[in-house]
C-alpha cells in the first residue's frame, strides 16, 4: 500500500509540475511555443491525388501526441479527483 501511495504521490506531482510547465510557457513565453510549434508542427504536404491533406506518416505521429496529451489530462483532472471523492465517501467518521 505505500509503495502504490508513493507511485501515486509521485505521479501527481509530475502531472502537476508538467502541466504548470506547459501554462507557463504559453502564457510567460509565447514566443517559444510559437517556435516550438513552427519547428514541430509542420505535417508535411500529401503525396499526389491523395484525398488527405497532409503527410500520413506526419499526421499520425501528430494524433498520437494528441492522444497522450488528453489521455495525461484527461487522468489528472477527471480520474484522480473522482478516485479521491469516492475515497472522501467511503471513509466512515
Not at 6 to 26: E, K, M, P, R
Amino acid at each position: 500500500m505505500r509503495f502504490r501511495r508513493a507511485i501515486s504521490t509521485f505521479l501527481g506531482v509530475l502531472g502537476t509540475l508538467l502541466i504548470g510547465v506547459v501554462i507557463t510557457l504559453f502564457l510567460v513565453f509565447p514566443r517559444v511555443v510559437n517556435q516550438l510549434a513552427d519547428l514541430l508542427g509542420n505535417m508535411g504536404t500529401a503525396a499526389e491525388g491523395s484525398p488527405i491533406p497532409v503527410d500520413i506518416r506526419q499526421g499520425v505521429v501528430h494524433v498520437l501526441i494528441a492522444l497522450v496529451i488528453d489521455a495525461l489530462l484527461f487522468y489528472f483532472f477527471i480520474w484522480r479527483p473522482t478516485a479521491a471523492l469516492r475515497e472522501s465517501y467511503q471513509i466512515t467518521g
